[in-house]
């Protein structure tokens, strides 16, 4: 599901948020913090405020696979037999990082301001459903 600033949504399931905390009164280099703990339950509705893509850097083994299908689709017909089946082989045998690359290639995560005035930040995309 893609989402959608403005869009309402509805938490798919319990969150915790644990941490530490510091009071607001102290300073960030004092080390007096203390551990802290908010529960969510899921079916709490919000805003969508902002959306962000992430894209994942390629591996080596990627780059080398859309250099070779590249080289395959635009000068494989007019290659030797034999160097256009080796380029083949070397292409299938990258073509599960390809896939795999493919499946994960792009992360969403949103900014989404509850109901209840908790905001999520950086959260998932499929940690909402459309409300």
Do not use: C
Not at 11 to 35: K, N, Q, Y
Not at 112 to 125: S, T
């Amino acid at each position: 599901m893609t989402l959608n600033v403005g869009q309402r949504v509805r938490l798919a399931a319990d969150l915790r948020l644990a941490g530490s905390v510091t009071p607001a009164e102290e300073s960030p280099e004092e080390t007096g913090t203390f551990a802290a703990s908010v529960a969510l339950a899921a079916g709490i509705e919000g805003t969508v405020e902002r959306v962000d893509e992430h894209h994942r850097q390629q591996s080596h083994e990627v780059r080398e696979y859309l250099r070779l299908k590249s080289l395959l689709d635009d000068f494989g017909h007019q290659m030797p037999p034999e160097s256009r089946r080796q380029l083949e082989e070397q292409v299938g045998a990258l073509a599960e990082q390809w896939a795999a690359y493919q499946r994960l290639m792009l992360r969403v995560t949103v900014r989404v301001r509850l109901d209840n005035g908790f905001v999520l930040d950086e959260a998932p995309e499929v940690a909402f459903t459309s409300a």
